[in-house]
């Protein structure tokens, strides 16, 4: 049945959006700009593009460079949202997944030695905390797209290719958080699952015309290794499993087992960054020995809210790893960015609040 109230509250919801945006145009919003450079890496639509292995692997990009690198992010259902967390100093976790989020959490795990991590609400004070406290000399702006306060020297978008349009409609009847021709901001667009649809010529050429022909590169996710949830060591994944999640796309992970030729006897999903209850982990272990699962796996976003003592059956993490076509013109786009600052821009390239920025 079609809701009747969605749609007007869609309507509502673009015209504040186009609003928002005209004030910062106008400058009656003020954009801060931090003092060293920042990459935004951002989405179009809500739920998983698959943004965070492209966080994890700007940062990566960076750090190899010799960077100081720290990541600032809002933190998604943490247990405080208003408070400021440093989640990792760079060179050790010192925050936990209830307080940090669960995917500021997991990069900073993912990331020890390489970067840090931030969660607070107010990225510009998280960032100029940073360049005090930790000598940041180059920031990764997470899910920034829409974070129009602070100020970025480059915007990379993800596109997710198994939904790119988000139902085509805006929130709360859709998945989109602006309307597609907002992609004009961007200065680069990273097409994330290429691997789970059948072609995405159609959809490059669909992205080089609302946004302006700004560059688009394709990307895959691939199965890195299972890990024990406790000791971080790689384990063998074999026979009938179960798997779970709390993700913003499910059927992506569901999709990457299967296509990588697991069998899977039971799936369960519970709403993106659940924060799970022993009856949930209990139930769920229920139904999948009843499917006749021989082991069960989650993925690495999840497994960090998990011990190996909520399960009898084998319980494992999936680490996954993002592999970008083309990507040394990408390393470049970012490697200049994090170097040069804000001279990096093309001025000729597009307009919108990311070009006006000063």
């Known amino acids: 049945m079609k809701s009747l109230i969605l749609p007007p ?15 910062y145009n106008r400058g009656t919003f003020r954009t801060s700009r931090l003092d060293r450079p920042v990459i935004s890496i951002g989405n179009l639509t809500t739920g998983g593009t698959g943004k965070t292995p492209l966080v994890e692997w700007v940062a990566r990009v960076l750090a190899a460079d010799g960077k100081r690198v720290c990541i600032l992010t809002r933190g998604y259902g943490r247990r405080n949202p208003n408070r400021r967390v440093l989640v990792s100093d760079g060179q050790a976790v010192v925050s ?6 669960d995917e ?19 990225r510009v004070a998280a960032g100029q905390g940073a360049i005090e406290h930790l000598k940041t000399d180059c920031f990764i702006l997470d899910d920034g797209f829409q974070h129009l306060r602070l100020a970025r020297d480059l915007d990379v978008v993800t596109i997710d290719a198994t939904n790119p349009w988000g139902g085509g409609e805006l929130l709360p009847f859709g998945r989109l958080r602006e309307a597609p021709e907002a992609l004009k901001r961007a200065d680069c667009l990273v097409i994330t699952r290429a691997d789970q649809v059948e072609d995405v010529s159609l ?34 994944m074999s026979g009938p499993l179960a798997a779970f999640c709390a993700v913003g796309n499910p059927g992506s992970f569901f999709r990457l087992l299967e296509q990588s030729g697991f069998e899977l006897v039971f799936k369960k999903q519970f709403p993106d960054h659940h924060v799970y209850k022993a009856s949930d982990l209990q139930s769920l272990e229920h139904e999948a020995r009843n499917a006749g699962a021989r082991a069960i796996v989650t993925t690495a976003k999840d ?10 059956l084998p319980c494992s993490a999936m680490e996954i790893e993002l592999k970008i076509d083309n990507d040394d013109e990408l390393k470049r786009m970012i ?10 821009r093309d001025q000729g390239s597009g307009s919108g609040i990311s070009k006006t920025m000063t």
Do not use: C, H, W
Request: proline fraction near 3%; aromatic fraction near 6%; hydrophobic fraction near 45%.
């Open 335 to 344: 490697r200049r960015a994090g170097a040069q600052g804000s001279e990096v």
């Open 104 to 122: 500021p959490f997991l990069l900073a795990k993912k990331l020890v030695g390489s970067a840090a991590v931030i969660s607070d609400i107010d």
């Open 203 to 236: 959809l490059i050429s669909e992205l080089r015309i609302v946004s302006g022909d700004r560059p688009v590169f394709i990307s895959r996710m691939a199965i890195q290794r299972f890990a024990s949830l406790d000791l971080d060591q790689e384990i063998e």
């Open 9 to 23: 509250l869609s309507e509502l919801y673009g015209v504040i959006t186009r609003a928002r945006l005209g004030l």
């Open 303 to 312: 497994a960090v809210k998990l011990t190996s003592e909520s399960f009898s």
């Open 96 to 101: 936990n997944p209830f307080d940090a989020g």
